[in-house]
T-cell receptor, first 113, second 114 residues
Framework: DAKTTQPPSMDCAEGRAANLPCNHS???????VYWYRQIHSQGPQYIIHGLKNNETNEMASLIITEDRKSSTLILPHATLRDTAVYYCIVRVASRGGNEKLTFGTGTRLTIIP | GAGVSQSPSNKVTEKGKDVELRCDPI?????LYWYRQSLGQGLEFLIY????????KSGLPSDRFSAERTGGSVSTLTIQRTQQEDSAVYLC????????????FGQGTRLTVV
């Protein structure tokens, strides 16, 4: 899996949009970008994933640059419950290939009341 | 069950003893992963099972660690002759497989070696 680079920590005011960046400059054409988060003392939780188009679901939006070398996870209206460590992962998408998820150090997001 | 189930949730063992940690994946999920997370650290990949393929054991830290997945469902992670540095939360995840499928994690087993 390609390596990712994320800032170690970020703060965001409650109610504002939280924008979490991720660099994945060595991503391959068949690798997806995944985001997970881990709230204290819980197992990681899937958020969203994408290949090259922007994606949106009930939790977040994922913006991937045209060259796919970086992406941004957007939490549109952050709440205190969004305080967590956010992991950006790139992963081969081919069926039958190794689907191992390799977690980096992530970004510790703190939502400020 | 609705999610990935791990047991026990907590385990305290004496140094040198063997332990077995169990993971019940979501029904129908062909892929199963084990990770461990030491206090304040990130997730360390241990082993990955996909269907009938040979497992990816590249993350197992030593030959004291082994894992099985019987009948393509339940998995057991075994640690022999436990050491204090084995103390961590051991997390299991499962997915439908196919590369694009998201993985769902259990709540983990907190292992403490005293």
């Amino acid at each position: 899996d390609a390596k990712t680079t994320q800032p170690p920590s970020m703060d965001c005011a409650e109610g504002r949009a939280a924008n979490l960046p991720c660099n994945h400059s060595t991503i391959s054409g068949n690798e997806y970008v995944y985001w997970y988060r881990q709230i204290h003392s819980q197992g990681p939780q899937y958020i969203i994933h994408g290949l090259k188009n922007n994606e949106t679901n009930e939790m977040a939006s994922l913006i991937i640059t045209e060259d796919r070398k970086s992406s941004t996870l957007i939490l549109p209206h952050a709440t205190l419950r969004d305080t967590a460590v956010y992991y950006c992962i790139v992963r081969v998408a081919s069926r039958g290939g190794n689907e191992k998820l390799t977690f980096g150090t992530g970004t510790r997001l703190t939502i400020i009341p | 069950g609705a999610g990935v189930s791990q047991s026990p949730s907590n385990k305290v063992t004496e140094k040198g003893k063997d332990v077995e940690l169990r993971c019940d994946p979501i029904s129908g999920h062909t892929a199963l992963y084990w990770y461990r997370q030491s206090l304040g650290q990130g997730l360390e990949f241990l082993i990955y099972f996909q269907g009938n393929s040979a497992p990816d054991k590249s993350g197992l830290p030593s030959d004291r660690f082994s894992a099985e997945r019987t009948g393509g469902s339940v998995s057991t992670l075994t640690i022999q002759r436990t050491q204090q540095e084995d103390s961590a939360v051991y997390l299991c995840a499962s997915s439908l497989g196919g590369g694009k499928a998201e993985a769902f994690f259990g709540q983990g087993t907190r292992l403490t070696v005293v």
